[in-house]
């Protein structure tokens, strides 16, 4: 969808239009509850991040008190992959002693 928008069609603009505005919804509910420094667009998304991040942050100018930094994840598709591995070593670290890990 992304690469369509790219090439100038019209349908995929709409959409991506639409993407841009449930995020600008999502990164402002965040926004206002947690007041978070950062804001990391991570997965599929990011690697279309040029495309979404400016006009997110535009529809966000006057719209909540302050805008959070919003930036590409690094990771692409393994941030989830990654995630759910730092989460079970989270939650098994007190009970499994690796030689070496700390």
Known sequence: MFKAARLGEAWAQ?????????????????STVLDPEVIVLGGGVARSADMLIDPILNRLDGVIPV?????QSKLGLKAAVLGAIMLVLD????YVTVEGIR
């Open 91 to 94: 939650t098994t670290m007190d």
């Open 14 to 30: 709409q959409v991506v239009d639409e993407t841009v505005d449930y995020l600008a919804f999502a990164v402002a509910v965040i």
């Open 67 to 71: 805008r959070p930094n919003l930036i």
